[in-house]
């Protein structure tokens, strides 16, 4: 597993990553990054910790509008799954993502 340095809302944080994932991770920085600096920036809420919960339940509202990806495209870590339900969200994976990118000390901020 490589370690990726990034900043979320002006705070450096050294992320685990596996190898081959780094451009999907640096993705998603950008994302959560954007969502908070947005939610920040509204001007009505600044404790890092509401805003981060905040970011998180939007980005999770707008990957359960998405439609479902076709079953024959290739998930980001590569590994095969099995066809999803459209607007079904695969909750052991964002879980198994959160853990991935929280690490050790299982803290966001």
């Known amino acids: 597993m490589k370690q990726v340095e990034v900043t979320i809302l002006g705070q450096s944080y050294i992320l685990g990553c596996p190898d081959g994932g780094e ?12 969502e908070m ?16 919960v905040l970011a998180a339940l939007n980005l999770a509202f707008a990957l359960a509008e998405r439609p479902a990806r076709l079953p024959d495209a ?5 590994v095969e799954r099995a066809p999803t339900v459209p607007g079904e969200i695969d909750i ?7 853990d991935m990118t929280l690490g050790a000390d299982g803290q966001l901020l």
């Open 92 to 98: 052991d994976g964002l879980v198994r993502r959160i």
């Open 74 to 78: 290739p998930s980001a870590d590569g």
């Open 37 to 52: 600096s947005a939610i920040r920036d509204g001007g009505k809420v600044k404790a890092r910790e509401r805003i981060a």
């Open 23 to 34: 451009s999907a991770l640096l993705e998603a920085v950008v994302d959560v990054d954007r």
